[in-house]
């Protein structure tokens, strides 16, 4: 991963050059992701935990998939190979719902979006490399077990279900469909 390259892109979201990924984080430089909600017909959200091999968070519950773009990538394009690449997923009609920044972590300044989807259970096929196991968990559930404080989330996924939810969230929000 250290040398996958991404787009750095400028405070108004135009690509400036590319980088590789170890560099970008390390300067702090503006650059692209992506985050899907997929839910179950019952709305029950997928939420993967991440691999202990993850450099960011590994062991800690996430969105159904984030991902880093890919160089010339478009928003729509990463979500879809996330959820190809990560869980098996062939095809979904995903539903665009905000774009926004935030500061991830020392370094990890990012502009994404994020999607929402359904999907039935049991088209998966996980990447274990990527994803140590997944589970189904509704929105209340989930704002339960942060609050108990008792499993490790990425900081992103509390922001996002914050927004998601309607409450405040550590964003900049730059549109919303919602």
Not at 108 to 124: F, H, K, S, V
Not at 129 to 138: F, M, Q, V
Not at 159 to 166: A, C, E, K, P, S
């Amino acid at each position: 991963m250290a040398e996958e390259l991404l787009d750095i892109a400028d405070e108004d979201n135009h690509v400036i050059r590319q980088e590789k990924r170890q560099v970008v984080h390390r300067s702090g430089w503006w650059h692209r992701g992506v985050h899907v909600f997929l839910f179950t017909p019952e709305r029950r959200l997928l939420v993967q935990r991440r691999s202990h091999a993850q450099d960011t968070y590994p062991g800690a519950l996430d969105c159904s998939v984030s991902e880093h773009l890919k160089v010339g990538e478009s928003y729509q394009g990463g979500a879809i190979r996330g959820l190809r690449e990560e869980l098996g997923v062939k095809r979904v009609h995903l539903t665009r719902l905000l774009q926004f920044k935030m500061h991830y972590g020392p370094g990890d300044n990012m502009i994404n979006e994020l999607y929402e989807g359904t999907c039935a259970a049991e088209t998966l096929a996980i990447n274990h490399h990527e994803i140590s196991h997944i589970d189904y968990r509704t929105i209340p559930e989930l704002e339960e077990m942060i609050a108990a404080g008792q499993v490790p989330f990425t900081s992103w996924f509390v922001q996002l279900l914050r927004w998601y939810t309607g409450r405040p969230a550590a964003m900049q929000v730059i549109w919303t469909c919602r």
